[in-house]
């Protein structure tokens, strides 16, 4: 059954997304296309993953995608295949989801954090205080949707001759100065996680590159270090999208334009109600970008109370996240404090996510904003 939002005067059964509702409007295509996959038995490999590769290089305008499993294995990938290991150093901002940092360490090389700026995202004045002579990479995260300051990142990279692998998990077709994430550095790394901008109905993801060598030597290590069967140049690892979940993304790639539309609709929508509300700090955008809203995150104090009103009125709130990652216990040894990271360690006691999907209704959205609204006005 569809979610359906239920609503009485003071009460309105919004979901944090809505996956249903998006299912429910491709169903017809996405159900023949799974059936593709069975009657073929194209489980792995086949046309439905080189169909994928092919369409999300036009859709990008990239030489090169390498489907892969997950977004976390896109990052391994692509800095192990940069030659990133035992040694070196590679900085990240201090706000994501685990992988970015998790997957530095894996290849052997140690995390190092920078601060996040007003936008959520990797502070680039503070990316060179931490640059020393074992440095490899800089790895930016569009957090949210909302885009990296790139030109400032891209111009430290050039002048400490770095590479540059931005995390686009949650910036599907966001974009800086009408250039996309994912094309500015020398890859980029997607999550089709299903709860992404652009979700499969499982786990799968993929890098984008326009360096060709790059491109061929992570598809050889995602593929057990083959690019044909059975001769393995070298030991990779087992990171394959598979057919069921390319056949789902080669349906939904052709909405991702309209969805994001309509997440920006939203995201906006909020903006505009939530302006006047002094005791919240609304989400800033970077000039000449655009958005992609996979989170629309707001800064309160009582964070806890006004998730509990929220909840009360039917409308769910998340955390993201409740841990900032020098602040995890994965991270306990580097000893930070607050200070160290204070903008980070701000939105890891203040933030609080509101619901955002490309199918919520106006009627929702005011409901969220009215609802926010009455809390404050007691
Ligand atoms: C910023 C960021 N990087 C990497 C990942 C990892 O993606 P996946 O879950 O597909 O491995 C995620 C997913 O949550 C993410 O949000």
Redesign the pocket.
């Known amino acids: 059954m569809p979610v359906t939002p239920q609503k009485n005067s003071d009460k309105m059964n919004i979901p944090f997304v809505d996956l249903k509702a998006q299912y429910d409007s491709i169903k017809t295509e996405i159900d023949a296309a799974i059936a593709s996959v069975l009657e073929n038995t194209a489980f792995i490999g086949g046309e439905h993953v080189s169909d994928f590769k092919a369409n999300f290089e036009k859709f990008y305008g990239v030489d090169h995608c390498v489907p892969c499993a ?4 896109a ?1 391994y990938i692509a800095m192990k295949m940069m030659g990133i290991g035992a040694g070196d150093e590679v900085i990240t901002t201090s706000s ?2 685990i ?2 940092s998790e997957t530095i360490t894996q290849t052997g090389a140690q995390p190092v954090f920078v601060d996040v700026d007003k936008y959520y995202t990797i502070d680039p004045t503070k990316i060179e205080a931490k640059i020393t002579s074992n440095t490899k990479a800089i790895i930016p ?1 569009h ?1 949210y949707g909302q885009m990296c300051d790139m030109p400032a990142i891209m111009a430290i990279a050039k002048k400490h001759n770095l590479k540059v692998i931005e ?1 686009c ?2 910036s599907h077709l966001s974009a800086l100065d009408n250039k996309r994430a994912g094309l500015w550095g020398d890859a980029g ?1 997607f ?3 299903p709860g ?1 901008n652009l979700g499969a109905y499982g ?3 993929c890098l984008i590159t326009n360096d060709e060598k790059l491109a061929t030597d992570c598809k050889r290590y995602a593929n057990h270090g083959a690019l044909v069967k059975h001769q393995h140049d070298i030991e990779g690892i087992n990171s394959r999208l598979d057919g069921l979940q390319a056949a789902v993304l080669n349906v939904k790639l052709p909405h991702l334009s309209q969805w994001t539309t309509e997440r920006e609709r939203v995201g906006k929508r909020y903006l505009e109600l939530l302006a006047d509300v002094s005791e919240i700090e609304l989400p800033q955008l970077r000039a000449n970008t655009l958005h992609s809203f996979h989170v629309f995150g707001i800064k309160v104090n009582d964070r806890s109370k006004v998730q509990e009103y929220l909840q009360s009125k039917g409308v769910p709130t998340q955390i993201h996240y409740p841990h900032a990652m020098p602040f995890m216990k994965a991270y306990a040894y580097m000893k930070a404090t607050p200070a160290d990271y204070p903008n980070s360690y701000d939105l890891q006691e203040r933030e609080l996510s509101l619901p955002i999907y490309p199918e919520m209704t106006d009627e929702q959205i005011v409901f969220v904003a009215d609802s926010i609204k009455s809390y404050f006005n007691g």
């Open positions: 997950n977004g976390t294995d990052l994501s989801w992988s970015t995260v957090l995390d998990a949650q790394t999550s089709f996680y992404k786990d799968a993801g």
